[in-house]
Nanobody
Framework: EVQLVESGGGSVQPGGSLRLSCAAS????????IGWFRQAPGKEREGVVC????????YTARSVQGRFTMSKDGAKNTWYLQMNSLKPEDTAVYYC??????????????????WGRGTSVTVSS
């Protein structure tokens, strides 16, 4: 079974940057969608960025457009979320998730098979 482990979270001041990592093991999926999601205290889970391996289609939440970018280490099953110009409202636990689907859709994470345990990001002065 696919296992995902997030890392790279922490505390940062507004305007700062962080890079989150999502390392996958036992990754045997052919085509897949992988995404980053976040959940702030008292709020619903939000899809941040999703990527389809089939055609490279991406979904980026409007709230992070121009600030967050997903990338992959070509040699490893590791995906990154580069977060720049962080704002207090970006404070949340960030999760990566994946499963063998091909359509990014609304990047809402519903029904995705494999989830990491999350890494916490706090943006505060």
């Amino acid at each position: 079974e696919v296992q995902l482990v997030e890392s790279g979270g922490g505390s940062v001041q507004p305007g700062g940057s962080l890079r989150l990592s999502c390392a996958a093991s036992k990754f045997t999926l052919g085509y897949y969608v992988i995404g980053w999601f976040r959940q702030a205290p008292g709020k619903e889970r939000e899809g941040v960025v999703c990527l389809s391996s089939l055609d490279g289609t991406t979904y980026t939440a409007r709230s992070v457009q121009g600030r967050f970018t997903m990338s992959k280490d070509g040699a490893k099953n590791t995906w990154y979320l580069q977060m720049n110009s962080l704002k207090p409202e970006d404070t949340a636990v960030y999760y990566c998730a994946t499963d063998p689907r091909t359509v990014v859709g609304d990047c809402d994470g519903v029904g995705m098979d494999y989830w990491g345990r999350g890494t916490s990001v706090t943006v505060s002065s």
